[in-house]
């Protein structure tokens, strides 16, 4: 059975920076792409980062290249999400997800998702 489990969000100021793991296990890893989204209240799921299994390209949203990063650990079965610079408007949920399609900015080509994590960022 797949599974996604996020950790690492939090709290942190304007500026600062945090750092999401996401663990997988099952046919999530072996994955096409996995990626980053996230959500906040009202808003649709937004796609931020992705990465390849096959040649380990990765891929952004203009909203955070240049800050966020994302990595993935073929050993440990993770991907990470490293954030600098953060903003108030990055504050929002948090998803790992995991897809076999080759849409990977679209959450609904996703077949494989996290339970989220909330990531708070003050003023």
């Known amino acids: 059975q797949a599974q996604l489990v996020e950790s690492g969000g939090g709290l942190v100021q304007a500026g600062g920076s945090l750092r999401l793991s996401c663990a997988a296990s099952?046919?999530?890893?072996?994955?096409?792409?996995m990626a980053w989204f996230r959500q906040a209240p009202g808003e649709e799921r937004e796609f931020l980062a992705a990465s390849r299994r096959t040649d380990g390209r990765t891929f952004y949203a203009d909203s955070v290249k240049g800050r966020f990063t994302i990595s993935r650990d073929n050993a440990k079965n993770t991907v990470a999400l490293q954030m600098n610079s953060l903003k108030p408007e990055d504050a929002a949920t948090y998803y790992c997800a995991a897809t076999g399609s080759q849409y990977y900015t679209s959450f609904r080509e996703y077949e494989y998702w996290g339970q989220g994590t909330q990531v708070t960022v003050s003023p």
């Open positions: 099952g046919r999530a890893f072996s994955s096409y792409f």
